[in-house]
T-cell receptor, first 114, second 116 residues
Framework: GQQLNQSPQSMFIQEGEDVSMNCTSS?????WLWYKQDPGEGPVLLIA?????ELTSNGRLTAQFGITRKDSFLNISASIPSDVGIYFC??????????????FGQGTTLQVKP | NAGVMQNPRHLVRRRGQEARLRCSPM?????VYWYRQLPEEGLKFMVY????????ESGMPKERFSAEFPKEGPSILRIQQVVRGDSAAYFC??????????????FGPGTRLTVL
């Protein structure tokens, strides 16, 4: 089936450390999106990627669209306590026809120790 | 706040009742998506609608679930004869474009449905 494998499942880090997480698939995607979700809230869009090899930053966040179009990673530099939350990758399959539906990864739970 | 609006935020129903979840997209957005999230899991696509049209309902259960996005008013996700397995968070997202151009999807705060 259409799956995104997101890793790691959870991370517990010290404030100030850098964080890296990624999503991989056996399918080809033409869009990668990274979201952050706080408890009881909806996902908030962090970064959107539309071209293979594209590298995009948003403050301390950097994400890349893999050249093979089957993966993407998100880096967070110099983590702070408010980075705590669940991070999701989401992608739109290249052969998804007339639908804009997104496939979501399982999420990476980030905890930051002050 | 011009974001995606969903109501109610919390909904409690007894088995066999109907649940109606409403979503108002961001201003200027004509594409709406519904997703379901179970605890400790990612979001699962249900249905994609454009004004008055269902474009993709491949993620919708075959029975009891329906969705609409009328010309006027919010999009509605309707669940008839709810069962305990329907308990989940239901999220609506909207985008400005469908397939043409960049179609970032922006999410609402969700409706948490609890079936007793």
């Amino acid at each position: 089936g259409q799956q995104l494998n997101q890793s790691p499942q959870s991370m517990f880090i010290q404030e100030g450390e850098d964080v890296s997480m990624n999503c991989t698939s056996s399918s080809i995607f033409n869009t990668w999106l990274w979201y952050k979700q706080d408890p009881g809230e909806g996902p908030v869009l962090l970064i959107a990627l539309y071209k293979a090899g594209e590298l995009t930053s948003n403050g301390r966040l950097t994400a890349q669209f893999g050249i093979t179009r089957k993966d993407s990673f998100l880096n967070i530099s110099a983590s702070i306590p408010s980075d705590v939350g669940i991070y999701f990758c989401a992608g739109r399959l290249a052969d998804s026809g007339n639908t804009g539906k997104l496939i979501f990864g399982q999420g990476t739970t980030l905890q930051v120790k002050p | 706040n011009a974001g995606v609006m969903q109501n109610p935020r919390h909904l409690v129903r007894r088995r066999g009742q109907e649940a109606r979840l409403r979503c108002s997209p961001m201003k200027g957005h004509s594409h709406v998506y519904w997703y379901r999230q179970l605890p400790e899991e990612g979001l699962k696509f249900m249905v994609y609608l454009q004004k008055e049209n269902i474009i993709d309902e491949s993620g919708m259960p075959k029975e009891r679930f329906s969705a609409e996005f009328p010309k006027e008013g919010p999009s509605i996700l309707r669940i008839q004869q709810v069962v305990r397995g329907d308990s989940a968070a239901y999220f609506c997202a909207s985008s400005h474009y469908g397939l043409a151009g960049n179609n970032e999807q922006f999410f609402g705060p969700g409706t948490r449905l609890t079936v007793l």
